[in-house]
Nanobody
Framework: QVQLVESGGGLVQAGGTLRLSCAAS????????MGWFRRTPGKEREFVAT????????YYADSATGRFTISRDNDKNMVHLEMTNLKPADTAVYYC????????????????WGQGTLVTVSS
């Protein structure tokens, strides 16, 4: 099983850009579909984006489409989330996750979670 550690969160103004990173340790990173989720206070954790094992296919929540880009580097055991044109509604704790498939990832059926990184978007 992999262990996941996110980084790159912080405070950014509306319209700005932020890049989140997730470092994976343990075995089998390239065998997992990877995803990003987020949670705001009082709400359920929600799916943001996922990427298949090879990195050739990506899927996004409607709220992320056109603004966020998920990518992975299997040589470095890293997955990233580039977020552009950020809005105050994007303020949340963002979590990296590993799943068996992108379908499982989109449904939140996850094998491993990171601890989360806080993103705050000011208006």
């Amino acid at each position: 099983q992999v262990q996941l550690v996110e980084s790159g969160g912080g405070l950014v103004q509306a319209g700005g850009t932020l890049r989140l990173s997730c470092a994976a340790s343990g075995r089998g990173f390239s065998t997992y579909a990877m995803g990003w989720f987020r949670r705001t206070p009082g709400k359920e954790r929600e799916f943001v984006a996922t990427i298949i094992q090879t990195g050739r296919e990506t899927y996004y929540a409607d709220s992320a489409t056109g603004r966020f880009t998920i990518s992975r580097d299997n040589d470095k055991n890293m997955v990233h989330l580039e977020m552009t044109n950020l809005k105050p509604a994007d303020t949340a704790v963002y979590y990296c996750a590993a799943a068996q498939t992108v379908v499982a990832a989109k449904r939140g059926h996850v094998e491993a979670w990171g601890q989360g990184t806080l993103v705050t978007v000011s208006s």
